[in-house]
């Protein structure tokens, strides 16, 4: 099982699983609680399980199946970082850090940003 699967488990299924939850090793109690915290009503829970990390598996398991509702919720991914594909010119050019750069990027235009790639341009035959 992933943890994703785990989070949904305890969130819905009213029967328990926790008597094989030892012998789990794909039981990640993180992603379990950061599951969790993308629910309004289960941050809580979450919070009180991150700020004692180092509880049993099983602990963990039974904490979280006797005190969370079963309910269906709806699906909430997990936030992804964004991929920006100008951030590395900017950092290039100017030989910034990945903080500095995406300070610079929310100030330059996408004019500016072409010019970069002009500059930044090596030449040769593309793939």
């Known amino acids: ?11 819905k299924k009213k029967d328990y699983d926790g008597d094989c939850i030892r012998e789990r090793k794909d039981y990640k109690p993180f992603f ?4 969790l915290s993308y629910q309004p009503d289960l ?4 919070n009180m399980m991150n700020e004692n990390p180092m509880l049993e598996t099983k602990a963990h398991y039974d904490f979280l199946h006797q005190t ?25 050019y100017y ?3 990945n903080k500095r750069a995406l300070e ?9 940003i ?14």
Not at 32 to 35: D, K
Not at 68 to 92: C, M
Not at 106 to 111: F, H, K, M, P, V
């Open 1 to 11: 099982m992933n943890p994703f699967q785990y989070a949904n488990d305890l969130m």
């Open 32 to 35: 379990i609680n950061r599951s």
């Open 43 to 46: 941050i809580h829970y979450a």
């Open 68 to 92: 969370v509702d079963k309910k269906k919720r709806p699906f909430k991914g997990w936030i992804k970082a964004k991929k920006l594909d100008d951030l590395a010119i900017v950092k290039e």
């Open 95 to 97: 030989k910034y850090s």
């Open 104 to 112: 610079c990027l929310s100030i330059l235009t996408e004019d500016n």
């Open 114 to 127: 072409k010019q970069l790639k002009q500059q930044l341009f090596k030449g040769g035959k593309s793939p």
